[in-house]
């Protein structure tokens, strides 16, 4: 029987899909251990994100640099092995003092995979001239959407192993999971259309340079930093805060593995039917601006009626809203910097982008740490669903110069 020819779009869907399941299956882990297990308070949970965006605001445009000059293979096979670690030992300790540095470590390794995926089969397809920007457009989404479908496999197999056994075991299995696939990558992945950077002799800091200018001089990166600048200032308030109001709601007596799963899955099939509906409008000629429009003021009406209720349905209602389609605008945010970014520093204006995000975030989330302790969580998260309306209107201006 003949072998199956080579396909990098085939590889990168399965492996940056399995990544993507294994990590929903994870942070499924990390709110129970936090919110359940420790019962950590608002500001304990906003300073574990705060710890982990100071780290990818450190490492971000490094390793997106070296991923230009040496290898976006190497970069991924380092980035399972780093964030494998920061898994193990976020549940190694009961000791909050103790885990607190493995957001960083698990953030330093998610900046070497940040933007070098998506570098890596944008080269390789576009160096067998088979594909569009259009068609990769549509393979990011088709990525995303496999990494939803996995996660609806992993997420009941880690409430299995939580149950029987516990959650730090069921971080444990992930975390080593994470690791086994930096070696499925080492054979999986080829690299025979990218020419590294010092090969072409061109230094970190010229790399960095040309990566700067590159935003600098199009005025769509430029306004899509605004976008995730606007987007990312509002979205801790929902990542770290929106499941403490979720299980502190008055309805929920079992803040358990189980419950919240539950939670997660929905949120996944919710996740898998806003990437299908992205994809088929891409498809249809839309514009990823556009399509990044309509998906922000959804998130901004979800995250707005998740915020003024206490009633769980309603509220877990308005989490899927704003969940599901900031999880579909990854993609279409990314494709849109793709677009744009020139080949030779294209994992570095990934990674600018990433640094955009990780500088929202951490000013973002201390701001709504400090406004969550002094008022109430549900304020909150109304004030995190103005900063993705304040995004949507900001989006508008890459719809104007180019679909």
């Known amino acids: 029987m003949s072998e199956k020819p080579y396909d990098p779009a085939r590889v990168f869907v399965r492996a940056a899909g399995l990544t993507e399941g294994v990590e929903w299956a994870f942070w499924l882990v990390l709110t129970v251990w936090w919110v359940v297990e420790l019962g950590l308070g608002p500001f304990e949970l906003v300073l574990l994100g705060t710890v ?37 030992w976020a549940v190694a300790s009961t000791n909050y003092w103790v885990i607190l540095p493995a957001q960083a470590v698990f953030g330093i390794g998610w900046t070497f995979r940040s933007g070098a995926d998506t570098a890596w089969v944008t080269d390789e397809l576009k160096g067998m001239g088979e594909h569009s920007d259009d068609d990769l457009d549509r393979l990011l ?33 992930l975390g080593l999971i994470q690791i086994a696939m930096g070696v499925y990558f080492h054979f999986a992945l080829r690299e025979d259309h990218f020419v590294p950077g010092r090969e072409q002799e061109r230094g970190f800091i010229e790399t960095l340079k040309d990566g700067v200018m590159a935003v600098r001089s199009a005025p769509r990166l ?20 929106g499941y403490k109001h979720f299980l502190d709601s008055g309805a929920i007596d079992d803040g358990s593995l189980l419950v919240l799963g539950v939670l997660f899955i929905a949120l996944a099939f919710a996740g898998l039917a806003a990437n299908a509906v992205a994809g088929r409008v891409l498809e249809s000629g839309f514009g ?27 509220i877990a209602l308005g989490y899927m809203m704003q969940d599901s389609t ?9 494709g849109w910097a793709n677009r744009d970014a020139p080949s030779n520093v294209r994992a570095t204006v990934h990674s600018l982008m990433g640094q ?38 900001l989006a508008t201006r890459g719809v104007e110069r180019r679909h």
């Open 356 to 393: 955009a995000t990780s500088i929202a975030e951490l000013v973002g989330g201390l701001m709504l740490g400090i406004i969550a302790e002094l008022t109430s969580i549900p304020i909150v998260l109304a004030i995190s669903a103005g900063f993705f309306g304040l995004s949507s209107v």
């Open 222 to 241: 430029r306004t899509l930093v605004l976008v995730i600048v606007a987007l990312d200032m509002g979205s801790e308030g929902f990542d770290r805060l």
């Open 288 to 314: 990823v601006a556009r399509l990044a429009v309509v998906l922000l003021l959804v998130a901004a009406v979800g995250g707005a009626l998740a915020s003024v209720t206490n009633i769980v349905v309603v």
């Open 141 to 173: 989404i088709r990525k995303h959407r496999f990494g939803i479908a996995v996660a609806l496999i992993t997420l009941p197999l880690t409430i299995l192993v939580g149950e029987l056994s516990s959650v730090r075991w069921a971080g444990l299995c």
């Open 326 to 334: 900031r999880e579909a605008l990854w993609p279409v945010l990314e």
């Open 52 to 88: 982990l965006e100071t780290s990818v605001l450190l490492a971000e445009t490094p390793t997106g640099v070296v991923a230009d000059l040496v290898s976006r293979k190497r970069s991924l096979i380092i980035a399972q092995v780093v964030m494998g670690l920061g898994f193990i």
